[in-house]
């Protein structure tokens, strides 16, 4: 190995060890326990990893007969690719009944720069080289952590505590810049494509507050309404108060002119949307129960209330695999009821709906047409929908 010989290590995206020409892995002969030992082995580089501590890193399943044995017959594996890079030294050097990595064998890996871009981030004083910091961050950080390796607990860990630190240098810039009132540049960062992975209140007020600050009514209009699309409709999260308050001084800057009556009407019932079931957020359905409640109590006339539950029989999907169930009983609930039905999202997996129907056994009409209709689209078979139904009076 030549004297200042750096291995530059790839992390984020997939897996690349190079120095000059020299590549690691190669495509045809790659072995992902060969790969993980040697990319903890660099990650944790300042200190002795015993036996014990990387077979439960490598076999956490403990699906290793001879773990010992498969261990040290993996150091040697790891030890003859490594030699390609430095072949008058081992880059992985054994202590005792451990390992660890050569130090003598410098290293630069784009996590560890991304983390400590990050935390200088957090330290700057200065706003203007807060926010150019910031903007190189959003640019680096581009992919996960070895996001072939997720089903790993280790790499899952290392995601999250990556995806910490750059949320926190990413609100606190948004913050030092609201401050300053810079709002154009808390626009460049939030409107930022690879700003989008981040997800926090803060951000979303951060943005509409600034395009309320310029004076970007119809963006902020716009914004909003998506923000209610994506807090009631696919997570049933309710928005901030902040959120609502900002809403509010937008609406109070808008120019109002006087209608009359006919128009009022027609801005009631011209709704784009007015072919398909109306949907709202919980608070609105809450709302029209009650008003249906107090209709049921007066004449009797009752209609159904009906609860519609997801959930995972096996309890193996990631969320995001039952988010997509979600969304596709959501696609499908709004295709199947009729107009004058209504329907919410409750939680991330339940949907609630108030159904026209005066007995039980019409509304379980629409119910199994629910039913059928999401059996044939999902996904996942392991997703069960099940539904309760109650009449209204």
């Known amino acids: 190995m030549k004297k200042g010989t750096v291995l530059n290590v790839h992390t984020l995206g997939k897996l690349k060890i190079s120095c000059g020409d020299i590549v690691f892995p190669l495509e045809r002969q790659r072995s992902a326990q060969v790969e993980l030992l040697i990319i903890y082995l660099i990650l944790n580089r300042d200190q002795s990893l015993n036996a014990t501590r990387l077979i439960d890193f490598l076999w956490p399943k403990g699906n290793s007969d001879k773990p010992e044995g498969a261990l040290r017959n993996l150091v040697y594996r790891a030890r003859k690719e490594m030699k390609r890079f430095c072949d008058d030294i081992s880059c992985i050097q054994s202590l005792g009944k451990g390992y660890n990595w050569n130090l003598e064998?410098?290293?630069k890996v784009d996590y560890e720069d991304l983390v400590k871009l990050a935390n200088r981030i957090q330290q700057e004083k200065d706003v203007s080289k807060k926010y150019s910091r910031c903007l190189r961050l959003l640019e680096k950080y581009v992919n996960q952590f070895l996001p072939e390796f997720l089903d790993n607990p280790w790499?899952?860990?290392?995601?999250?505590?990556?995806?910490?630190?750059?949320?926190?240098?990413?609100?606190?810039?948004?913050?030092?810049?609201?401050?300053?009132?810079?709002?154009e540049d808390v626009l460049k960062l939030t409107e930022h494509l690879n700003a989008q992975?981040?997800?926090?209140?803060?951000?979303?007020?951060?943005?509409?507050?600034?395009?309320?600050k310029t004076n970007q009514i119809d963006a902020a209009l716009a914004y909003y309404r998506q923000n209610i699309d994506t807090y009631f409709h696919q997570k049933g999260i309710p928005m901030s108060a902040r959120m609502t308050e900002i809403y509010q001084l937008i609406l109070n800057t808008i120019p109002?002119?006087?209608?009359?009556?006919?128009?009022l009407e027609d801005n009631l019932v011209g709704d784009n949307h007015s072919d398909s079931t109306f949907y709202c957020d919980f608070d609105v359905f809450k709302n029209i129960y009650q008003v249906n409640l107090r209709s049921a109590k007066r004449s009797m006339d009752a209609q159904?209330?009906?609860?519609?539950?997801?959930?995972d029989s096996k309890d193996c999907l990631s969320e995001q695999e039952v988010l997509e169930e979600v969304d596709i009983l959501r696609d499908v609930i709004a295709k199947s009821l009729r107009k004058n039905d209504v329907f919410s999202k409750f939680n991330m997996t339940q949907f609630a709906l108030i159904v026209a129907s005066h007995?039980?056994?019409?509304?379980?009409?629409?119910?199994?047409?629910?039913?059928?209709?999401?059996?044939k689209q999902k996904k996942h078979p392991e997703m069960i929908l099940k539904s309760e139904l109650k009449k209204i009076f």
Not at 161 to 181: S, V
């Open 197 to 212: 992975q981040f997800s926090d209140t803060k951000i979303y007020e951060a943005r509409l507050y600034s395009y309320y």
């Open 155 to 183: 790499v899952e860990q290392m995601n999250r505590t990556l995806h910490t630190h750059c949320l926190e240098a990413f609100i606190d810039t948004l913050d030092c810049l609201l401050e300053a009132k810079r709002y």
């Open 304 to 311: 159904v209330l009906a609860l519609l539950t997801l959930s």
């Open 105 to 107: 064998v410098e290293c």
């Open 256 to 263: 109002s002119s006087e209608i009359n009556v006919v128009e």
């Open 359 to 375: 007995e039980i056994d019409g509304a379980s009409i629409a119910v199994e047409r629910i039913q059928e209709e999401y059996n």
